[in-house]
């Protein structure tokens, strides 16, 4: 029996994105699913996010990212792969 692999996503969420909770959300969701990594705001008023996990888990984030919190209105998601770093827990940054 192999251990699963691990995946590293960065993305970009654009729309009302700052201040309606979506990087303490963003903690919650990642640490029940599992995943590692971190979210933080950006001086352009997106957020970015990177996760680390499981396949499935990784993208179990980048799907909630798609719609974010309840008071959030994501108008747009970026996704990009990357090498994972070995990222320990989740961070907001």
């Known amino acids: ?28 969701e990642a640490r029940r699913a599992g995943v590692t990594g971190w979210v933080r705001n950006r001086p352009d008023g997106t957020v970015e996010a990177v996760f680390e996990g499981p396949p499935e888990s990784v993208e179990r984030m980048v799907a909630w990212c798609r719609r974010g919190p309840s008071r959030a209105h994501v108008r747009g998601l970026t996704t990009l792969p990357e090498e994972p770093e070995g990222l320990r827990e989740f961070e907001v940054a």
């Open 1 to 28: 029996m192999g251990t699963e692999p691990t995946v590293r996503t960065r993305v970009v969420a654009s729309g009302l994105v700052q201040g309606v909770f979506f990087r303490e959300t963003c903690r919650r």
